[in-house]
């Protein structure tokens, strides 16, 4: 199916774990983006790639990691969780950076116990 | 500071009835302005997407105005439905960043029979 798919869809991990989190899109978008969303902010971004190979750090990188070697592809993963990692992660894709629509997917619930 | 304020932080309403959120923003520069809805459990949806030359853009149901000038914003919802029970979000997309948008915290809208 075409869009923006992440997975898994819910993930319990213990700290000090490596985890990492999919998504993929099928627009052939060049900007994909993570998000975090946790009660009381609105979602901040942790890491963006304008294109395969490029990536740049947001407004909350610490403890994350990103790669991007194929264009529909943008895993995110956690070095050593740690519990204030705990929250709801969206993966988003746009054409062009913010000058264009941005799609999300259906997120990923991480909890760290 | 780059900052995007909404209110009212929830909202209860019922079915049937208009209602009116806002969003003050002080993004600069300004590139855009969307409206997201997002229902529980999911990733944010676009209503609506203005530049700084629209003041004005509908979805259906849906109407965001903008004034550029006093950097406010607003999304009127007509004749609700128990459907759009959902956290709406304003955000804000910064002109020299591809990567950088500003979210707000969210309205919580409840329609109630």
């Known amino acids: 199916d075409a869009g923006i798919t992440q997975s898994p869809r819910y993930k319990i991990t213990e700290t000090g774990r490596q985890v990492t989190l999919m998504c993929h899109q099928t627009?052939?978008?060049?900007?994909m983006f993570w998000y975090r969303q946790d009660l009381g902010h609105g979602l901040r971004l942790i890491y963006y790639s304008a294109a395969a190979d490029i990536t740049d750090k947001g407004e909350v990188p610490d403890g994350y990691v990103v790669s991007r070697s194929k264009t529909e592809n943008f895993p995110l993963t956690l070095e050593s969780a740690t519990r204030s990692q705990t929250s709801v992660y969206f993966c988003a894709s746009s054409e062009q950076g913010t000058n264009t629509e941005a799609f999300f997917g259906q997120g990923t619930r991480l909890t760290v116990v | 500071k780059n900052q995007v304020e909404q209110s009212p932080q929830s909202l209860i309403i019922l079915e049937g009835k208009n209602c009116t959120l806002q969003c003050n923003y002080t993004v600069s520069p300004f590139s855009n302005l969307r409206w997201y809805k997002q229902d529980t459990g999911r990733g944010p949806v676009s209503l609506t997407i203005m530049t700084f030359s629209e003041n004005t853009k509908s979805n259906g149901r849906y109407t965001a105005t903008l004034d550029a000038d006093t950097k406010q914003s607003s999304l009127h919802i007509t004749a609700s439905q128990l459907s759009d029970s959902a956290s709406y979000i304003c955000v804000v997309g910064h002109r020299r960043s591809q990567g950088n948008l500003i979210f707000g915290k969210g309205t919580k809208l409840s329609v109630k029979p």
């Open positions: 627009w052939s978008h060049s900007y």
